[in-house]
């Protein structure tokens, strides 16, 4: 692996363990030529998944991205990391267990918002409020009242 400081080619392994929900391998690695530590995942891939935009372009689907949506709906809530990372790895294994290669858009916010629904109901509105473009205060009360019975 190569160093992201320096650039050095050969890094060593100083420390691996299993992530919480045993989904990856956290190894913390050092770099002998310039002396940093740094932590890389490694993750099980079952198969290359593409998401296909509304307006029909193809692109590899990006496991960082739905993490840092998720991320930006649980902010400053009482969320931690690690159920942030649980709720991408529901989501992640969901699709490759699917059977399908490609998804949608549509299909990634349903589930996003299917695992924060049972996360936290703030985030859960934050992120549907984005993710079904919500124009007026009212699309938030027909929303709210729709969770609510």
Known sequence: MRCPFCGHDDTQVKDSRSSEDNSAIRRRRMCPECGSRFTTFERIQI??????KKDGRRKPFDRNKLTQ???????KRPVTEEQVEQAVNQVVRKFE????????TDQIGEA???????????AYVRFASVYKEFREA??????????VT
């Open 97 to 104: 267990s699917s059977g399908e290669h490609e998804l949608t």
């Open 138 to 147: 009212r699309d938030f009360e027909d929303f709210i009242g729709n969770i």
């Open 47 to 52: 198969r290359e998944l593409v998401v296909v």
């Open 112 to 122: 996003v918002m299917e695992v924060l629904a049972n996360l936290d109901p703030v």
């Open 69 to 75: 949506s998720i991320g930006i709906a649980v902010r």
